[in-house]
C-alpha cells in the first residue's frame, strides 16, 4: 500500500511538471488564444485517440447519462485553457501562473457542495497558506490595465478549472482518464473551429515544435495522468499538491524566456513546497 501511494503520488508530480510546460508555452506561442487552444486539443485528440487504438481502450461513452457532464466540463476545461493564456499574455508567466492558483482554495471551500461532505478546514488552512505563498511569490505587481486585466483573466480561469475538475471526479471510476480527456478536447475541437477560420493560422508553421510539445506533453499525457489521479486522491489533495505547478514554470521561464525570479519567488516558493509536503504526507496517513 505504502509504495502504491508512492506510485501514485510521483505520477502526480510528474503530471503537474508536464501540465506546467503551458505557461511557458501559452507566453511563447505566436498565435491567438484560441486558436492555440484549437491545436493544443485537435492535435491533443490525434494523439490520445492513436493510444487508445493502440492499447485497445474503449472510448465510446457508456451512458447518456454521462454526455451532460462531459460537455460541461469541457466547456469549463476550454474555459480555463483560454482565459488562463490571456492571463499569460496580458502579464507574464509569474503572474498567469499564481493567479491560476488560486484553484485549490476554490476547490477544497466547492467540493463539500459536489460530494456531500463537510467542509475539511485543514483544507482550507491549507489553501490560505498556498494563496500566502503567491502573494509573497509574485514580482512586484503593477496594477495597471495589463496586469489588473492578467490577475482578473487567472482568477476567473481557476474558477473554471476548479469547477471542470469536480464536474469531471464523477466519471473517474467508471472511465480511464485518456478517454475522459479525449472526449474533452474533441468536444473543445469542434466548439473552437469557428475561430480558426475567423482568426487564421498564418504562423502555424513556424509554431509547430511548441504546439506540438503544448498537444503531447502538457494536454495528452499531463492532463491525462491528472485526472487518473482523481482515482486515489480527492481533487482538494491533488489540487493542492499540484500547487508546485507555478514553481516547475517559473523556473522553465527562466531558463527559456529569460524571466528571473527574484528573492520573493524562492520565499513564496518555499511557502508553497510546505503547503505541498503537508498535504502528501496527510493523504498518505489517510489511504493507509
Request: with cysteine; aromatic share 12%; proline share 4%.
Amino acid at each position: 500500500m505504502k509504495n502504491q501511494h508512492s506510485n501514485h503520488l510521483l505520477l502526480l508530480a510528474f503530471a503537474t511538471l508536464l501540465i506546467s510546460t503551458s505557461g511557458p508555452l501559452g507566453k511563447f506561442i505566436d498565435l491567438p488564444t484560441p486558436v492555440i487552444i484549437w491545436w493544443r486539443c485537435a492535435l491533443g485528440a490525434l494523439f490520445l485517440f492513436l493510444f487508445c487504438t493502440y492499447k485497445k481502450i474503449s472510448i465510446k461513452i457508456k451512458s447518456k447519462r454521462d454526455l451532460p457532464t462531459t460537455v460541461l466540463s469541457a466547456l469549463f476545461l476550454g474555459t480555463h485553457w483560454i482565459t488562463y493564456f490571456y492571463a499569460l499574455k496580458l502579464s507574464n508567466v509569474a503572474i498567469g501562473m499564481l493567479s491560476l492558483f488560486t484553484f485549490p482554495v476554490i476547490t477544497a471551500l466547492l467540493e463539500p457542495f459536489f460530494i456531500k461532505s463537510k467542509l475539511d478546514l485543514t483544507h482550507v488552512a491549507l489553501g490560505v497558506m498556498v494563496l500566502i505563498g503567491i502573494y509573497i511569490l509574485a514580482p512586484d505587481l503593477n496594477f495597471e490595465n495589463s496586469h489588473v486585466k492578467g490577475i482578473l483573466f487567472g482568477l476567473f480561469s481557476a474558477f473554471c478549472y476548479a469547477l471542470r475538475n469536480l464536474i469531471i471526479k464523477q466519471h473517474v471510476n467508471r472511465y480511464n482518464g485518456t478517454v475522459i480527456m479525449l472526449h474533452q478536447i474533441i468536444i473543445l475541437s469542434i466548439v473552437l473551429i469557428p475561430f480558426v477560420f475567423i482568426m487564421g493560422t498564418n504562423n502555424i508553421s513556424t509554431q509547430y515544435p511548441y504546439v506540438i510539445t503544448l498537444a503531447l506533453l502538457t494536454t495528452a499525457i499531463g492532463h491525462s495522468l491528472f485526472i487518473h489521479s482523481f482515482k486515489y486522491f480527492s481533487v482538494s489533495t491533488a489540487s493542492i499538491i499540484g500547487s508546485i505547478q507555478p514553481i516547475f514554470g517559473i523556473i522553465i521561464a527562466f531558463m527559456f524566456l529569460n524571466e528571473i525570479p527574484k528573492t520573493n519567488t524562492f520565499i513564496g516558493g518555499a511557502l508553497i513546497l510546505i503547503t505541498v509536503v503537508i498535504e502528501s504526507i496527510r493523504s498518505k496517513k489517510n489511504s493507509a
